[in-house]
């Protein structure tokens, strides 16, 4: 019998829309224009002459092939955060950026979270981890790809995704990452809780803990995280499933766009 396998994307898509704070701008040539801009494009750059050259009309079907100029930030859509993005030094030592992750932790064993219940700007704590890790009956292995489904992934496009939604502590991560695991995904706007929240808490306090503690324990501990994950609900089970995350190649820099799947 045939060994049935199901793909799930648990990325978003990368759109000119108000998904994401910083701009993302995409410059399209369609195929109907894309003819006429080669043609303006190999005359300024003097290709043509008495002996070369063609129209516009002369392509099959005048339509040209797609093209896209794309303009964004690294952190822009589903993407993972390399140590470099947390500090210039992790453990030490130069913090790794994105082309330098090690694939071998890009693809293996996901474990899924349940930590629906946290609420507006609540932090998750090391004890929401160790219930949730309770609740499913497992213990965390090396390399693990922990998931933290918070549901807030279903507020994508409201001001709610940017400014409320739960955070994880440096102990919850922490408490993940003494496990040998790697990467962990989280389905919100970003991994520390909302900027808003940070910055209120500091102005009370003057604390400087406050700032992203969990992207500052990767100053300590060498790990990287998923930020923007979509569709965690679509994974049927807790475990028995593998994670798939390897970002866009860019050299020296903190983060890159990743197709994130769940392989069932
Ligand atoms: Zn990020």
């Avoid at 399209?28 to 002996?51: Q, S």
């Avoid at 129209?55 to 993407?79: Q, S, Y």
């Amino acid at each position: 019998m045939k060994m049935q396998r199901q793909i799930i994307d648990l990325s978003i898509s990368l759109e000119e829309t108000k998904n994401e704070p910083q701009k993302v701008a995409i410059k399209r040539i369609d195929h109907k224009n894309g003819t006429n801009v080669l043609v303006k494009e190999l005359e300024e750059l003097g290709f043509f002459n008495d002996k070369i050259r063609f129209e516009a009309k002369d392509i099959p079907d005048n339509e040209f092939l797609a093209n896209e100029m794309v303009e964004l930030t690294t952190h822009c859509g589903t993407h993972l955060d390399a140590p470099y993005h947390f500090g210039s030094i992790c453990e030490g030592k130069k913090a790794r950026t994105i082309d330098n992750i090690p694939l071998d932790w890009c693809y293996n064993d996901g474990v899924l979270l349940d930590l629906t219940y946290k609420g507006a700007c609540e932090l998750i704590t090391d004890l929401d981890i160790e219930r949730a890790l309770d609740n499913i009956q497992y213990t965390l292995k090396p390399y693990d790809i922990v998931l933290i489904k918070t549901g807030y992934d279903r507020f994508l496009g409201t001001n709610k995704y940017f400014a409320e939604h739960p955070g994880m502590s440096e102990e919850a991560t922490s408490y993940i990452c003494k496990f040998g695991v790697k990467i962990i995904g989280i389905d919100t706007f970003g991994f520390d809780l909302p900027f808003k929240t940070m910055v209120n808490e500091f102005s009370q306090t003057k604390e400087k803990k406050h700032f992203w503690p969990a992207h500052l324990y990767g100053r300590k501990k060498e790990y990287c995280h998923i930020e923007r994950l979509v569709n965690l609900d679509s994974i049927p089970q807790p475990v028995g499933f593998k994670v798939a995350c390897f970002p866009i190649k860019i050299a020296n820099a903190g983060a890159s766009w990743t197709r994130v799947v769940a392989i069932i």
